[in-house]
């Protein structure tokens, strides 16, 4: 009985993925309804064409260092930047190398020559000492990634006692 039981489950499993491959083939929208040929990749199998129309990320700088912060204190710094490219920027996702650090970012395409903040905050509770943390950008840019780093020393407030 357990062996049918696991047939159906592969079987069902099967017809979903045969489902979402046939309802997003015909879908050429990405990530909020936005073009797909919005992407380009340069990268040939003789190189990078130089010819092809890409976005790129000019950082005033891609570290800060927040100093030192008294435990349990958030901060956050706002990292600017421009499109330099000749074609629309779209930042698709960013992560952080821990859950302590967030990062906000612009979710519409920039048109060349715009300017953005990406801003990254650092929650410092239930940490001490020297931290540094990075937060990665994934866009259609070349390449693909780019990633920010902040830094804090997190200091622990003495207690009083009377």
Do not use: W, Y
Not at 46 to 63: R, S, T
């Amino acid at each position: 009985m357990k062996t049918n039981g696991i047939l159906q489950s592969l079987v069902l499993a099967s017809i979903v993925a045969v489902l979402l491959v046939v309802v997003s083939c015909g879908n050429n929208l990405g990530r909020d309804n936005l073009p797909v040929d919005i992407i380009q990749n340069p990268n040939t199998a003789e190189g990078i064409n130089k010819n092809v129309e890409m976005p790129a990320f000019e950082f005033e700088k891609d570290f800060h260092d927040f100093g030192r912060v008294i435990q349990g204190e958030q901060v956050s710094f706002g990292f600017k930047f421009k499109n330099s490219g000749n074609a629309l920027l779209l930042i698709s996702s960013v992560s952080s190398s821990c859950g302590c650090t967030v990062a906000s970012f612009p979710d519409k395409p920039m048109k060349p020559g715009e300017e953005g903040v990406i801003t990254v905050s650092f929650d410092s509770r239930g940490r001490m000492g020297m931290q540094m943390k990075t937060v990665t950008l994934l866009a259609n840019t070349q390449p693909g990634t780019k990633q920010l780093t902040v830094q804090a020393n997190i200091v622990v407030p003495e207690t009083m006692n009377f």
